[in-house]
């Protein structure tokens, strides 16, 4: 089997399910949770969908959300968030691609690479338990001192996932004997996923956040281990980009460190100058990297010692101005993790959160542990949203502590604040969905804003949330039925799931016709009791003509095409494909679409006469076509004549015998206009 049937077997999309449910990351459940839970309510029908358009090639994936986290160096780490759907896909491509690797890789496993291994087909997690990794990491780390290896040195890259070049990433899946039609596929994926909001397509970089990403990157990585020389007097280890050396000679690291660079170079990867430091070791302890979950006597045993702990945690942040000091950041939030909110550590936090941001969501989690806030720690988050912080990723977690833990009075003063700022085209995704979800479930927006904010917000996540804040005590029963099914015939899946879950829990009517419901949502419906019967099998030629013109229609295309709908689909599928990439033979494939779509035509309305098929310029003059479908016939006229002149259909222009050329992009401008006008006949005289 090609690694393309692989990667669609129903098999390996239920493996992908099934390890995104089991990921142990709780950054990604914190913003997908929910929905995996309106997935889950119809996840075998909406599966065996999913299935159908990646085998008759009409899938396409959605553009990803993305959040703009802080660091400490005070620059924006992007975190990417993929629809549940979109999600499964990239997880069945790496399945398939961890499978060709594993066997390249299994004699370094915890060796020599200790990050990202792959766990097998039968394990209920795609990963191996990271901190064993790490923590063979750090024994190796040592036993390479024991052996007297005492000078080290190590190597970081700068944003490798940011980096990685899609074209890099296929040379080496090509040498894992993976097909060009898979490359392909997974390319085009990654530059939907990996765009920016202005929607700029880079062909660079994977997403960080989704499971799959890490064993990704180590396909390009591993170029580093094939590699870096001798193995002589040196210890290479490599934990995802972080490259451990240590060797018996200063002089032999700086071979192995230009060596490294050349080879980031060979793969357009780029090393962190900063980070690289050659030094002699003298206390293997202190070179350890802590991993999580360090042991702490503060927080052994069933029952916490609450004062030792703040004290503890006092004594690892102790300088707090003019510049905060951590003294072990890991071991910081470890600690953090397990305290008691109090008085003792309020203030602290408030200081520590104010100028180190990137510390901010373990902080949040520290007063989330509160039920009602004391009213100095509310005072001072009220300020800071009122003061709108250089992150609105900050912003957005103050949010989440204030939400249910204020006074009435509080409250409802915060809400006003909050309308004050609402612009939902300029906020950013996280306090945009934060600050909405919480002004619609409060009444603060009106039906028409809230209607807008729904319909119009670009990032389908956002529209998600907003679309699960609906509720009937501030908006009457017709507005939110309106709301909820213009919601569920979403373009996109998940913000069609979040409608079809509010449809059941308000007990919305939903409105014919049922048929421009996103089948997703669909699916979700028939699972709930509303819909007696599963919507029918997604329609490619709706899905391309929507893609081509900007706009669903309710024309039937099986009742349009009947018994040849499957060969219409499979030319509207290559037809639109073409629109994208090359206009010239887009002409020529909407010709002969347009062929098809006439003899049907002509079957439907006998009044035009008879239709040959593949005879399509003998009916261009016909004034009953023209009198009676004006702009089928328009449409059909000048795609044709059009085709007369593309260089992929003569040699020559009949008419005026000059060469034929291509076609030029604007034309698709036109031909876009064309469809659009034809269908709209074809829906009110079909």
Known sequence: MTALS?????????????????????????????????????????????????QRGFYEPSHSCKFLMPKKSGILRPYTILTVEDQIVYQALVNVIAERLAPKMRNSYLTQTFGH???????????????????????????????????????????CYDSLDHAVLCHFLKQLGIEQEFCDFLSNCLSRWTANDRRIYQHHGIPQGPLGSGLLAEVVLRHFDQHYGPKANLVYLRYVDDIRLFATKEIELRRMLIRLDRLSKDIGLFPQAAKIDIHRVTNIDNELKSISNPTEATVKGAIVDQDKLAKRIAALSPRLSPIVKIEDETRFKFLLAHALPSSKLNA??????????????????????????????????MARVRGQQLYDYVTADWLSVLDGRLSDTDSRALNKLLKAQWRPGTLSPELKAESGKRLIRDGWLNINQTRYAIHTVREWWVRAQLVSALNGQHYGTSPLESMTNEALRDTNPDVSLAAAQQAALLSVGVLPPLRTIQHSGGKALRQFGILKRVPGRSCGISWSMARLIGRSSSV?????????????????????????????????????????????????????GTYQLGSIGSVLSSTRLQNSYPFVFQLCNEIHTERLKSSLSHPIVKKTGKPTSRIPYRYLRIAKRLYLRAIVELETGW
């Open 6 to 54: 692989d990667f669609q077997d129903r098999n390996n999309l239920d493996r992908a399910w099934r390890w995104i449910r089991s990921n142990p990351d709780p950054g990604y459940k914190r913003y997908c949770s929910e929905f995996y839970s309106r997935f889950a309510v119809a996840d075998d029908l909406i599966i065996d969908d999913l299935q159908q358009r990646l």
């Open 117 to 159: 291994i792959y766990a097998g087909k039968t394990s209920q997690w795609f990963y191996r338990r990271w901190n064993d990794g790490y923590k063979a990491f750090n024994q190796a780390t040592r036993a390479a001192f024991n052996r007297g290896l005492v000078y080290a040195a190590s190597f970081d890259l700068t944003a």
């Open 348 to 381: 602290r936090m408030l200081t520590i959160s104010a100028s180190r941001p990137d510390l901010v969501p373990s902080i949040a989690r520290y007063f989330k542990r509160y039920q009602k806030l004391p009213k100095s720690v509310s005072k001072q988050l």
């Open 556 to 608: 039937n295309w099986r009742s349009v095409f009947g018994s040849t709908y499957r060969h219409a689909e499979k030319l509207a599928v290559q037809m639109r494909a073409l629109s994208d990439t090359n206009v010239t033979a887009f002409v020529n494939a909407a010709d002969v679409f347009n062929d098809r779509l006439l003899s049907r035509l002509y079957l439907h309305d006998t009044s035009l």
